[in-house]
């Protein structure tokens, strides 16, 4: 289990960006090691902070072989990177990971937090039909972490689950719990540690004060 890809981005305007028409949704590799910050990557930018910039969304990792899934759905080629992430790793089951989970890389330390939902610069980046229903139904979402111990980090680096909760909520079904599965919704709610957003989805899908 390793990183194969550090991705970084920058704002860039764009018409097509939704209603910033802004975004950095295009992260490129690093050949270097890159800081890990309490807010994210070093040199790495989130143009649409409230909708992406908390804490529990500082890191977002996509796994190689999600990638290898799509290319034959969609019969192109996607380059690390090419989702937004920041991390693109190999052998690691970032759907299958539990919220919570905790990852050493390099000398940093992550915890899991949740799911990437797909946006319309989403899918206007990637060009594709029904992109956001595509993605969502796909279980393939990736996994937002946030910053638990700043350090560095680089490509080629392990991937080292230094926790994992005996009991809980992976990624893929924090994403159904995301789109209203209100038992998974509750199951998540019971996680002594989620991350803050999860109050605002409570408070969305089943009516609970944030």
């Known amino acids: 289990m390793r990183v194969i890809s550090v991705n970084v981005g920058h704002t860039v305007e764009a018409e097509w ?16 090691r890159v800081a890990v910050l309490a807010d994210g990557l070093a040199g790495d930018e989130r143009a649409d902070k409230p909708s992406h910039g ?18 034959r759905e969609l019969g192109r080629e996607l380059r690390d990177g090419r989702f937004g992430e920041n991390l ?11 919220l919570g989970e905790r990852w050493r890389i390099g000398t940093a330390l992550l915890e899991v937090t949740g799911p990437r939902v797909p946006c319309v610069v989403f899918r206007n980046w990637l060009d594709e039909p029904r992109w956001v229903r595509r993605f969502t139904e796909a279980r393939r979402p990736g996994a937002y972490l946030k910053v638990l111990e700043p350090g560095e980090l680089g490509a080629g680096d392990e991937v080292k689950v230094l ?5 809980g909520v992976t990624v893929a079904e924090s ?23 999860w109050d605002r989805v ?9």
């Open 17 to 32: 960006a939704g209603k910033l028409k802004r975004t950095a949704i295009d992260k490129r590799p690093v050949p270097h």
């Open 175 to 197: 994403s159904l719990a995301y789109h209203g599965d209100e038992e998974l919704l509750r199951r998540v709610l019971a996680l002594p540690e989620r991350d803050e957003r």
């Open 202 to 210: 409570a408070a969305r899908v089943l009516g609970v004060p944030s």
């Open 88 to 98: 693109t790793t190999s052998g690691l089951d970032v759907n299958g990971a539990l």
């Open 54 to 71: 908390s804490p529990g969304q500082a890191v977002y990792a996509y796994a190689r072989e999600d990638y290898d899934w799509w290319e």
């Open 163 to 167: 926790h994992r909760p005996a009991v």
